[in-house]
């Protein structure tokens, strides 16, 4: 299996990074784990080229997606700030336009583990993670498999115990 890893999170060796490392455990196969923060990620101007090509924009968003699009599986995680995702992952996601524009592009059948932190130890963001799995990643054709989130999780390795053990129990 090919595995992709998307982690949002300014922090290096913080919560996200620990859930996802568990998880990249657990797989067999090839992965590669991106740390966003330390990219050059550039917005999408929705200038339209990527309808007749590939995106414009020459930064490490156009090697990624090429990457996703043949991965097997993508692990997408990000912090909540604010009741939303970082600003790392909002703009590789917004990125994938270029897919979505073109016809002869597809992210479809690709499969995909949600991991997500939070500081606010209550179900407050629930709604928005769930929504997650239809916009964007329903409406590319990937399905999500599994969401993970770990609640209270404020500080490295606080409230991360419940997210741990559903990793555990995952079976990918």
């Known amino acids: 299996m090919k595995t992709i890893a998307l ?13 996802v490392n568990k998880v990249i455990e657990k797989i067999d196969g090839e992965n590669e784990v991106f740390f966003l923060n330390e990219l050059d990620l550039r917005y999408c101007d929705a200038c339209q080229s990527c309808q007749k090509g590939d995106c414009v924009k020459d930064d490490d968003v156009r090697n990624i997606i090429a990457k996703i699009e043949d991965a097997d599986l993508l692990i997408f995680s990000s912090p909540i700030y604010f009741g939303q995702m970082s600003a790392q992952a909002k703009t590789i996601i917004d990125r994938f336009y270029m897919i979505s524009q073109n016809q002869e592009r597809s992210l479809a059948g690709t499969k995909v583990i949600q991991v997500f932190t939070q500081a606010n130890p209550s179900e407050a963001f629930d709604s928005y993670i769930k929504s997650m799995e239809t916009m964007p990643f329903a409406f590319m054709g990937m399905e999500v ?23 555990e129990e995952l079976e990918i």
């Open 7 to 19: 982690i949002g999170s300014p922090r290096k060796n913080g919560n996200c990074d620990i859930l």
């Open 145 to 167: 498999i599994e969401t993970i989130s770990a609640k209270g999780a404020a500080g490295k390795g606080e409230g991360i115990e419940e997210a741990l053990k559903k990793i």
